[in-house]
């Protein structure tokens, strides 16, 4: 059902740019990780609060800024 839910989006949007493809829950919890690093400070107990993760490995995915993100704050300077 839920990769259905981007199936069935893009079957009724006819805007090739807001096409969303394979959509899966994991990608929404990647979408919210990230804002809440950035506004909590990079705050690890509120980090592993909010997702359940202890582990570095896995708050680093969360605190590290994506390549795109990383080269604008460059390009800005």
């Known amino acids: 059902m839920v ?3 981007g199936r069935l989006h893009d079957a009724q949007n006819t ?8 959509l899966r829950p ?4 990647h979408s919210f990780a990230f804002p ?6 990079h705050n690890r107990a ?5 997702l359940g993760h202890a582990d570095d490995r896995y708050l680093r995915l969360y605190t590290n ?3 795109d993100i990383a080269a ?3 390009e800005d300077l």
């Not at 805007?15 to 394979?22: E, H, I, V």
């Open 15 to 22: 805007d090739l740019d807001r096409r969303l493809g394979a």
């Open 65 to 67: 800024l994506p390549d």
């Open 36 to 41: 809440l690093s950035q506004a909590s400070g």
């Open 72 to 74: 604008g704050y460059i």
């Open 46 to 50: 509120e980090l592993e609060r909010r």
């Open 26 to 29: 994991h990608d929404v919890r």
């Open 3 to 5: 990769a259905e839910v």
